[in-house]
Structures are given as structure tokens and as C-alpha cells.
């Protein structure tokens, strides 16, 4: 009988894949709605909502590809047979 390939399996498993596919997703359009958002506002005005600076952005960009980069990692983690009799 196999016994599971990485440490993390199963339900709890399923649930990083979907937050890690949600995140890539996330960082994948990014930009594109960051710089839609500021060239919408200039042509159109603002109604006291004004898009995040560069600045915040580039950081929650990072913040998102560490995040990524951890999940990653965690998948990746290789399961360790402690019943080794």
C-alpha cells in the first residue's frame, strides 16, 4: 500500500491548492487592474475613492509573491514515514 507523497494530503491539501491557485490569480492580473483603476481616475474624476500609489501597490504585489512562494514550498514538503519499524 502507498502511503501519501508530501506531508501535507487529503482535504487539508485541496484547500492550499485552491488559496495557492487564487493568489497566482491574483498576481497574474495585478498590474492590469491597478493601472485601469489610475487611468480610469484620471479621465473620469474620483468620487473620493482614489486607486492605491504605486508605491502600496508594488508592496502588496511582493507581499502576494512571498505568500505564493511560502505555499510553494509548503506543497512541496515531502512526507516523512515516522513509523519506520
Not at 492550499?16 to 498576481?27: A, C, D, G, N
Not at 492590469?32 to 504585489?61: C, L, W
Request: glycine content about 4%.
Amino acid at each position: 500500500m502507498n502511503g501519501p507523497q508530501f506531508k501535507i494530503f487529503g482535504e487539508e491539501r485541496r484547500k492550499l491548492k485552491k488559496e495557492l491557485s487564487l493568489l497566482k490569480s491574483f498576481v497574474r492580473y495585478f498590474w492590469h487592474f491597478h493601472n485601469e483603476d489610475k487611468f480610469m481616475t484620471q479621465i473620469y474624476g474620483s468620487s473620493g475613492n482614489y486607486p492605491m500609489s504605486d508605491n502600496v501597490a508594488q508592496q502588496r504585489y511582493d507581499k502576494k509573491i512571498e505568500q505564493i512562494k511560502y505555499l510553494e514550498n509548503k506543497l512541496q514538503e515531502p512526507y516523512e514515514n515516522l513509523c519506520n519499524n
